[in-house]
């Protein structure tokens, strides 16, 4: 059964950074790209980065090409999203996601919330 | 970017109501096309790929439709347990595009 667990979410100031981690069980981590969605409070999804199985490939949201940085650990089956100059409008539920072959999500975490704010 | 353009924003309807929901790209995107539910506090939940392909375990009253520019999601007879927000996702090219989202309320 896949599970995604993200943790990392809090409180950071605008300017600040963080990093946001996805720990990936129940599936064979190596073999399938990952993404990175996020959702402001009572607003809709916001896709926000991708990358290939092997770590080669990313792509990005213009919004955020620049400022974030999408990574992964295959030996440890994790995933990442490092967050600079973070701003209030970054304020955000973020959920690590799965894709399979037509290379969409099928599998979701449950999200982590970061409040960007002084 | 592809836009998506979903519609409505949102919607009432009664349960066993037909529910249509509707994705407009900026530009053609063959049939490469995801919808999917989300409920406060579960995790999101895909229900269609490439269009028309129904995800495993998702109930048959959901069917998508469409290619090219435009789609539809279907619910045939409304149950309980579909009132939820539904987005659609193209996967045509990146940037991944979101629609802005349909939230189906009870009427």
């Known amino acids: 059964q896949v599970h995604l667990v993200e943790s990392g979410g809090g409180v950071v100031q605008p300017g600040k950074s963080l990093r946001l981690s996805c720990a990936a069980s129940?599936?064979?981590?190596?073999?399938?790209?990952m993404h990175w969605v996020r959702q402001a409070p009572g607003k809709g999804l916001e896709w926000v980065a991708v990358?290939?199985?092997?770590?080669?490939?990313?792509y990005y949201a213009d919004s955020m090409k620049g400022r974030f940085t999408i990574s992964r650990d295959n030996s440890k089956n994790m995933l990442y999203l490092q967050m600079n100059s973070l701003r209030a409008e970054d304020t955000a539920v973020y959920f690590c996601?799965?894709?399979?072959?037509?290379?969409?999500?099928?599998?979701w975490g449950q999200g982590i919330l970061v409040t960007v704010s002084s | 970017d592809i836009q998506m353009t979903q519609s409505p924003s949102s919607l009432s309807a009664s349960v066993g109501d037909r529910v249509t929901i509707t994705c407009r790209a900026s530009?053609?995107?063959?049939?490469?096309l995801g919808w999917y539910q989300q409920k406060p506090g579960k995790a999101l939940k895909r229900l269609i790929y490439?269009?028309?392909s129904l995800q495993s375990g998702v109930p048959s009253r959901f069917s998508g439709s469409g290619s090219g520019t435009e789609f539809t999601l279907t619910i045939s007879s409304l149950q309980p347990e579909d009132f939820a927000t539904y987005y659609c996702?193209?996967?045509?090219?990146?940037?991944?595009?979101f629609g802005q989202g349909t939230k189906v309320e009870i009427k």
């Open positions: 129940g599936f064979n981590f190596r073999d399938y790209g």
């Open positions: 490439a269009a028309s």
């Open positions: 530009q053609g995107i063959r049939n490469d």
């Open positions: 996702l193209q996967h045509n090219t990146y940037p991944r595009t």
């Open positions: 990358i290939s199985d092997d770590g080669r490939t990313q």
């Open positions: 996601a799965k894709e399979d072959t037509v290379l969409i999500p099928d599998h």
